[in-house]
């Protein structure tokens, strides 16, 4: 695999990190129809757990299967492809080496909803995610929850056993709990400490939900006025998480949300391009369509990804 310029540069940044988690992360950037561009689109199927079957793949039956999605990340030319233990076990055979996967380490149901207090339970291990032989491990965690700290810690045990084996971490952080308002979950000064908390614990990729302009601190409010920090556009929105992540130290992808239309999600690639974001991880408004319009959208996304679109 010949590494491009544009990647050596990425890696570059991770100046404390061994050759095998640099390794990884090239095996990441490298893949696909953007391999060597530095942007990334990364299939996640943790919905499952977080929905239940029916929710995540009524609309679809056949991704009830795990190795539809193996299949659909691989043919779409994606980057990588995020699961459970269960689901990367179930293809982990077939799809040995096809692409580029991601142990997703914890997880939530909504059997169990806790509104003040929300937290995952850990699911698998990073041995798991070497016998399976992944490219990285996935962790969430809630800032403004009051189970936050436990989460944090967790993490950073997982990410140090991760960086001793060669795998690097890719975190979800997505504010919730008792301690942020529901407009305050996408708020942009919210979301930004989000992402910038996660690089503070040792993230190599940082996931995060496309931003609002709301400002829900009122201390960073006035910051954010008096220094008329640019958030008026989702554009500059995007730019701003960048910046939050080390400036553009760490890579920061944006999840793809609930489901939306065609128009909508390609707006939203565009914005996270022109904000200087590496890319998208998209599931539910991949997944949850039929595999012709899975293919004919993630193809779109791409051709964005690649300036041409």
């Known amino acids: 695999m010949r590494i491009s310029q ?7 940044a991770y100046e404390s990190d061994n050759p095998g988690t640099k390794a990884n992360l090239a095996r990441i950037l490298m893949e696909g129809k953007l391999g060597g561009t530095g942007r990334m689109v990364i299939l996640p199927v943790d919905q499952g757990f977080e929905h239940g079957p029916a929710r995540s793949f009524g609309p679809n039956p056949a991704a009830y299967d795990p190795h539809y999605h193996y299949q659909l990340a691989v043919d779409a030319g994606l980057n990588a492809y995020a699961a459970p233990l269960g689901a990367l076990e179930a293809g ?13 380490m914890n997880s939530a149901n909504s059997l169990h909803p806790e509104k003040d207090n929300p937290t995952q339970a850990v699911t698998a291990s990073v041995d798991d ?3 399976l032989g992944c490219a990285a491990i996935g962790y969430t965690i809630y800032p403004g929850s009051g189970q936050f ?14 960086k001793s084996v060669g795998l690097p971490t890719v975190v979800w952080s997505y ?3 008792g301690f942020v308002s529901k407009d305050g979950e996408t708020a942009i000064d919210v979301d930004a400490y989000a992402a910038h908390m ?5 993230a190599h990729v ?3 939900k496309l931003p609002t302009d709301h400002l829900e601190q009122p201390e960073a409010k006035k910051v954010y006025q008096s220094e008329k920090v640019a958030i008026g556009t989702m554009a500059e929105r995007v730019a701003h998480i960048v910046q939050s992540c080390f400036n553009g130290r760490r890579l920061v992808v944006f999840s793809g949300g609930g489901k939306k239309g065609d128009e909508g999600i390609m707006d939203d690639a ?19 369509r039929s595999r012709e319009d899975a293919l004919k959208l993630l193809g779109a996304i791409v051709e964005v990804y690649k300036d041409k679109a």
């Not at 544009?6 to 570059?12: E, P």
């Not at 996660?198 to 040792?202: P, R, V």
């Open 6 to 12: 544009k990647v050596k540069k990425i890696l570059a």
């Open 175 to 177: 504010p919730r709990g």
């Open 198 to 202: 996660a690089c503070l614990a040792g």
């Open 92 to 104: 982990a055979d077939a799809f040995a080496g096809a692409i580029p996967t991601i142990l997703k």
């Open 149 to 162: 700290y436990d989460m944090l810690e967790s993490l950073r045990d997982l990410i140090a056993e991760a």
């Open 206 to 208: 940082v996931k995060v």
């Open 129 to 131: 995610a070497l016998r």
């Open 270 to 288: 565009r914005a996270i391009r022109d904000g200087g974001g590496n890319g998208s991880i998209i599931g539910r408004n991949s997944f949850q």
